[in-house]
Structures are given as C-alpha cells and as structure tokens.
C-alpha cells in the first residue's frame, strides 16, 4: 500500500515498551495501533461516544502483512480507509507508514460489526457513522 491510497493520517508515537528483544516493534502491537487510529476516526468524525454509545463496534476479524520493521523511536503516521460499508459491518484498511516513506511498513485489514450495547447483537450502523465511513470509503 502506498501513503497516496490514503486521505486521512494519524500519527504513531512509539514507545519503548513496543520493540520486543529483536529490536523492532512487536508484531502485536500494530493491532493496538490498528484499532487505535480507527476508533479515533469514529470518535472525531463519527461522534462515537464510546461510553455512552448505545451502538459500538466490535472487531470481529483482523489481518496484517509486514513489509519491513519499524522501531522505537521511529515516528510513525497511520493511513486509514473504509474498503466496505454494509448495514452492519465496515471493512478498514490500514496502513503504518514511518514518517515521510511512501510504501506502508505494515498494513492490515479489519472488520467491524455494530452491535447494540445492551443485547450485544448485531445491528445497522448509526447514521452519523455510516456518513463518516463513506466519506473514506475506496
């Protein structure tokens, strides 16, 4: 993936604690970032209340392909996009990108369902967070 396949960007400020005794970031640790870039898309622009919200997304399926390692204290940036909007789910791509490299260190692909909160089954995506998943949407 490249940075131009992306509109919106976050950055990444690693941490120590993120490099495992290979010296490079932890491969689980890009799901961290991964769902951390995501939810602060849906709370920005989709006015996700994620403690109140009487809808909220659950990840329901993850993947990730390593292109080259990354580490602390690398200064990282992370491109997210919309692939699929249902009525109930949404398919991100994301992409982690060291600053200014055009080719993404990293990307995964993510899956979300919308649930109800109270009955924990699957329901359609509010309106002000389907707007802001179309508006990233490839």
Known sequence: MERSDFSVFYPIITRWMDNDIYGHVNNVTY???FD?????YLIEEGG???HNAPV???MVSSSCQFK???AYPDALEAGVRVARVGTRSVTYEVGIFMENDTQAAAHGELVHVFVDRATQSSTSI????RKALE???V
């Open 31 to 33: 799901y961290s970032y």
């Open 36 to 40: 951390s870039v995501i939810n602060r």
């Open 48 to 50: 996700l209340d994620i």
């Open 56 to 58: 909220v997304g659950f």
């Open 68 to 70: 080259k390692p990354v």
């Open 126 to 129: 509010p309106p002000g967070i």
């Open 135 to 137: 508006r990233i949407t």
